[in-house]
């Protein structure tokens, strides 16, 4: 059997982790070519911008190898990049409404039409632009456990976790969100609203 | 991949991810894992290798008013070094030992800036202002859009006169170039003149010379804006006391304007860093908190642990409501080390 190719084992997280630690580039690159269609689509989903999502990949990226020491368990990279990536993407979306407010940012709705990829069915199209256009009023950190909750379909405690705060804190932003969701529904189903 | 039947309606949202795109952020992760000078050299080989070749002409220095209309290698009166990709519109509207403006017009520029203290260093293009303290990094402009990528150093991106992001080696930003129109209560525009420049000189190849440049009247009532940007220029040419007084002149005479908050916080810093003043610090940090914008927040709250263990105050209170609220920041250490 000398013409079997064998492919090669794939690196465990902890053990690139462990080396990136100590500075090995080839290590992060790895990581990196492993992640980073992850943390793009989390910073996509979120922010629902693709001009925002080389920045917050590469911030991300770079905080995370630079933290590598405070991670104390090498094995659990993917989490720890998530809510990197995560908080990144509230503070984007944080910094985007201020300079809209200041107006000193166009205020650019989501470009609904790149939203979604060319096999979505036709009404998952319909109501994934149609919250996203809502979610465009909603404070960043609402609108993201929204998303996390109702989309990605995270538990509360994983939620808690990717964003870095409290199960209760969690919880009060849901409700919030929620409440502005059906809100925002209710008044455009109104006639006369478009 | 998830099966299609069990595919949820977030898994559409996709993004575009080409290889070319991988390997443009790959890069700029790269370079902040680089030690500084390495770093640098890496952009330009990176950027000489995306852009095809660099035309080097026999390096002439650009003077006030040149027009780079070309691919080229060129130094500045101040001795920094500037080079244009193929298609670049740029002109020089200061070009003096202690202030050099250039505005970009469109296509990429790569500067390796000298360091020196007192001079002024900005690239404009459209409504924004990339300031610039001695550094490498690269402006790219397309269309109505610009990209910053600090290669080395530190440096300032402005619309107008407010700071929108301070960028330190491995960092970039983009956004617009142009500001939308502001329903404001004052404006942001500084008043420019023409005026012709007597004699016309011969042109090299690459960049011609320009009939005219732009000087400034000097502004009537002072605003917001204004006692901003004269704060920002003090911080950049190295006066930190006088940048501390304007910081806090701002947020005394204009305690309800929007840049009154991120005022309090650069007075923040400057005091405790800069002028070694815990108290005024804590006290500015006091109104930065209590009138910031959220994004500052984390960075205000990390320095109010340092200024309280400066002071000699209890900053252990503090310190666990930072690391409790912001268990992965980048700060942590920071904080954890200024009070143990």
Known sequence: MDNVVRLQDRVDDGELVQRAQRGDLDAKRQLFQRYVALASAIAFRLTGHDSDLEDIVQDSFIAAFAGLDRLAEPAAFRGWLASIVTRTAIATLRKRKLLSRLGLLRREPVQLELLTGPGAPADVVTELRAVYAALESFPAEERVTLLLRRYDQLSLEQIAEQTGTSLATVKRRLVRAEARLHKHFATSDKPGKP | ?340
Request: charged share 25%.
């Open chain 2, 1 to 340: 991949m998830r099966p299609a039947a069990k595919r949820r309606p977030i898994d559409h949202v996709t993004p575009r991810l080409g290889n070319e795109r991988v390997e443009r952020m790959w890069s700029v992760v790269e370079q902040a894992q680089q030690p500084s000078r390495r770093r640098w050299m890496y952009v330009a080989a990176a950027a000489a290798i995306a852009l095809g070749v660099w035309r080097t002409w026999p390096s002439p220095a650009l003077t006030s008013g040149d027009v780079v209309s070309a691919a080229t290698a060129v130094s500045l009166p101040d001795g920094s070094e500037l080079r244009t990709a193929e298609a670049t519109e740029l002109r020089v509207v200061h070009a003096e030992p202690e202030e050099v403006e250039l505005a970009l017009t469109q296509g990429r520029l790569q500067l390796d800036v000298s360091h020196r203290t007192r001079r002024r260093f900005a690239v404009r293009v459209g409504d924004l202002t990339v300031l610039v303290r001695g550094t490498a990094f690269t402006v790219e402009a397309k269309a109505q859009d610009v990209r910053v990528q600090v290669a080395r150093g530190l440096v300032e991106v402005r619309m107008r006169q407010v700071v929108l992001a301070s960028l330190s080696a491995g960092q970039s930003w983009s956004g617009p170039a142009v500001a939308p129109p502001v329903e404001a209560e004052e404006s942001f525009e500084e008043p420019v003149q023409a005026v012709a420049t007597p004699e016309p000189t011969p042109s090299t190849p690459g960049h011609e010379r320009r009939p005219a440049r732009r000087v400034r009247e000097k502004p009537a009532p002072e605003t917001a804006a204004m006692l901003l940007e004269r704060a920002n220029d003090a911080r950049l040419a190295g006066d930190a006391r006088a940048a501390a007084d304007l910081y806090q002149e701002l947020r005394t005479r204009f305690p309800r304007d929007p840049r009154a908050g991120l005022s309090a916080f650069e007075l923040a810093r400057i005091s405790l860093h800069a002028l070694h003043d815990p108290q005024r610090a804590l006290a500015a940090l006091q109104f930065a908190l209590a009138h910031g914008h959220g994004f500052a927040r984390e960075d205000a709250e990390a320095l109010e642990v340092e200024a309280l263990a400066l002071a000699k105050q209890d900053c252990g209170a503090a310190r666990d409501r930072f690391l409790g609220a912001y268990p992965n920041s980048a700060q942590r250490t920071r904080v954890a080390r200024a009070c143990p």
